[in-house]
């Protein structure tokens, strides 16, 4: 075998380069404000202990100085204020700044922005400006091209286009348009949405605390308008090298990018079985166009901001046995019908995909198929369909301390018999779908647990969901800003699960900003929404410790669909120890026949009477058919008293799906005492 010593040296430089890059540089010279850090847009005093720590600041452009504007706060769907984080954000015309105060020592940065799509869609690109103290000027060259989805599911990246499902029933004529007379005709573009994209960059030195990044539209953009979100800052550690490992670029990898280095990643994976050694991936950006296929292997990089895996999305000639008519870079367990893969370990890499569009059977996912006995830690995908979909039945994964951004659908989803794994410390903003999810398709998911992520800005569905299972556990999670058609949290029986049995447990998470309009019912969901759709809920379901923080509209929803009212409930639920802080109306909505208790369930801020009580809808003398217990020491209310009043129970009737919203104050600190 050759030895391409050219690239292997050069990798070895670039290692050494970036270790040069951290001596500290001046204090900040240009005025600016004091720095302001948040956690989901809130103070971080009210999220502690809640959600991922990942080493990285967030600072809100609408908290920073600012010669642009200030759009929000808003909720409203297919806005750019309701996508933003903290439903607000800062758009700058060209020639306009928005300037940041380092909180800590930092050298790379992450922005979240949005410029608008190009007329016919397809997206535009536009260079932003970055200094720091008013030199050291850099250019990040933003995108469009994965963001701007438009009309129904599952979506369109036209923005002229009509209803890609004129059948169905749609909510802007109150009718289904195929079977109305004369047709209704929708102004385009129809329900645009997915509008953000983020963007890193190694700023080359390490700056100091106080040192302070300005961002700039240059004049002459092409972005009519820059919408800038959030700034993300933190202190990446050096490259990480591993001379034991064998290295990629030893079997023909070519680190800058210009050639595929799939084949070669196969090299290295087939004689690291051999030597039983780990494969090394260094700096530099790999192309890979397909899925790597890993089985009984360790596979490193030298981190997530130096090891870049970056493919196009490729046509297949003929559509696959699974119904993918595209494949592109990923790294995939064999399926569970071969036996599926073991002793998988992955760490310290990004995975850049190029996907655009949504295509449900195409398998164009950042991680994918079984993966028994394995772990996934330190990466940082964007772009796939979703991040990590797992096929089970599969058994012991670990999958801890990884970004997801800006994905088509979900962020994870464990699907079909995942058993006793475990989802820690994940970072995921931006998806098209569920930011976690746990699918129980025909075979339980059990035994599972997704504790200390961090869920933000879900564009459509919920950000963690249960669908059907067995003893599993949601736990410390924080999940802010759902935008459309979903929860921070759902425990549904829906899309074909199974029923839930055992213990389901949802503890100690805060939610914030959460409860979105569902658009078909037209009706404000819950931050916690619990839905009866294909079976009776009946597993001990234990909600406790968690925070419920500017519901937009209700904190807890229980709900049957209508058409099945009369054949499902939902009962054996507990609710223990929650705080509220802010409805824009009810406290609890139940719209489904069962019942649930609640003890020491502490609201403020209430928008509208404290129980929504509508049962199974038939109204009867006898009262609701949903029983609410009270177990002692539910307190607080808002200006129509307190929330679980004794005229409330144990079942009257106080059914107003619609009344008016009242917008919540900020959330604060509760008194200690």
């Known amino acids: 075998m050759s030895t391409p010593t050219k690239p292997l040296a050069a990798a070895f430089a670039v290692v050494l380069g970036f270790s040069t890059l951290l001596a500290a540089g001046p204090a900040g010279a240009a005025s600016a404000a004091a720095a302001r850090t ?22 809100e452009a609408e908290n920073a100085v600012t010669d642009g504007t200030v759009i929000g706060p808003g909720t409203d769907a297919y806005t750019l204020a309701a996508e933003a984080s903290g439903r607000s954000a800062v758009t700058l015309k060209p020639g306009q700044y928005v300037q940041f105060t380092l909180p800590a020592a930092a050298n790379a940065i992450t922005v979240r922005y949005s410029i608008p799509d190009a007329p016919t869609g397809g997206g535009i690109t536009a260079p932003l400006d970055v200094s720091v103290n008013g030199g050291g000027h850099r250019t990040m060259t933003l995108t469009s091209q994965y963001a ?27 009718c289904v348009p195929d079977q109305t007379t004369p047709a209704p005709v929708f102004p385009t573009p129809f329900r645009p949405n997915h509008f953000y994209d ?30 800038i979100d959030l700034m993300d800052s933190q202190l990446v550690a050096p490259p990480k090298v591993d001379f034991a490992a064998a290295n990629v670029l030893l079997f023909g990898a070519d680190p ?14 087939a004689f690291a079985h051999l030597a039983h050694v780990p494969v ?42 699974d119904g993918s008519i595209h494949t592109g870079v990923g790294f995939y367990g064999k399926d569970a019908s071969a036996g599926g893969s073991h002793n998988v370990h ?95 398709q025909t075979t339980a998911d059990a035994d599972d647990v997704f504790d200390h992520n961090t869920v933000q800005t879900p564009v459509l569905a919920n950000g963690i969901a249960l669908y059907g299972g067995t003893d599993l556990t949601v736990s410390d999670n924080l999940v802010a800003d759902p935008i459309r058609e979903g929860s921070a949290l759902q425990i549904g029986s829906r899309f074909g699960a199974v029923p839930f049995a055992g213990t389901i ?57 209508f058409s099945v009212k009369d054949q499902y409930q939902i009962t054996n639920v507990h609710f223990s120890d929650i705080k509220v802080d802010g409805t824009g109306t009810s406290v609890v909505s139940a719209r ?24 199974s809808f038939h109204f009867t003398p006898a009262g609701s058919e949903f029983t609410v217990t009270d177990l002692g020491g539910n307190t607080g209310g808002g200006t129509t008293g307190p929330w679980l009043a004794p005229w409330e129970l144990p079942n009257t009737i106080t059914c107003d799906d619609r009344p008016p919203v009242v917008p919540p104050p900020a959330p604060s600190a509760w008194p200690t005492s």
């Open 38 to 59: 948040t956690r989901a847009a809130l103070d971080p005093a009210l999220v502690a202990g809640r959600g991922a720590d990942l080493g990285f600041a967030e600072q």
């Open 148 to 174: 701007w989805l438009y009309n129904e599911y599952p979506f369109s990246n036209d923005p002229n286009a009509g209803p890609l499902n004129p059948d169905w029933w749609t909510t802007e004529c109150n």
């Open 198 to 227: 983020e963007q890193r960059l190694l700023l080359g030195r390490t700056y100091r605390a106080g040192d302070v990044i300005r961002l700039t539209a240059p004049a002459g953009s092409p972005a009519s308008g820059t919408t």
């Open 256 to 269: 800058t990018g210009r050639r595929d280095s799939a084949d070669a990643i196969d090299r290295a994976i």
């Open 280 to 321: 090394y991936i260094p700096p530099g950006v790999f192309q890979v166009n397909r899925h790597i296929i890993v089985d009984d292997v360790t596979i490193s990089g030298a981190g997530s901001w130096y090891t870049i895996i970056k493919g196009h999305q490729v046509t297949l000639s003929s559509p696959a046995p």
């Open 346 to 440: 992955l760490s310290d890499f990004a995975i850049e995909g190029d996907v655009r569009e949504r295509i449900d059977t195409d398998q164009v996912n950042g991680i994918g198929g079984a993966l028994s006995d394995s772990s996934i830690e330190g990466l940082y995908i964007h772009h796939t369909k979703v991040g990590m979909w797992l096929d089970g039945p599969m058994d012991h994964l670990t999958i801890e301390n990884n970004q997801i951004a800006d994905q088509i659908a979900d962020g994870i989803n464990f699907h079909t018999g995942v058993t006793g794994s475990v989802v820690r410390n994940n970072f995921i903003r931006n998806t098209g779908d569920d930011g976690l999810a746990m699918w129980s």
């Open 505 to 561: 447990t949802v503890k100690d998470n805060t939610t914030v900003r959460a409860g979105t309009f569902e658009l078909n019912w037209k009706i404000g969901l819950g931050a916690i929404w619990i839905y009866a759709l294909e079976h009776s809920i009946d597993a001990n379901i234990q909600v406790s410790g968690d925070d419920f923080l500017d519901n937009t509209y209700n904190a807890i929803m229980l709900v049957s669909d």
């Open 592 to 615: 489904t026949a069962g019942g649930a208790t609640f003890q020491n369930v502490v609201a403020r801020n209430v928008g509208a009477v404290g129980i929504n009580n509508c049962g």
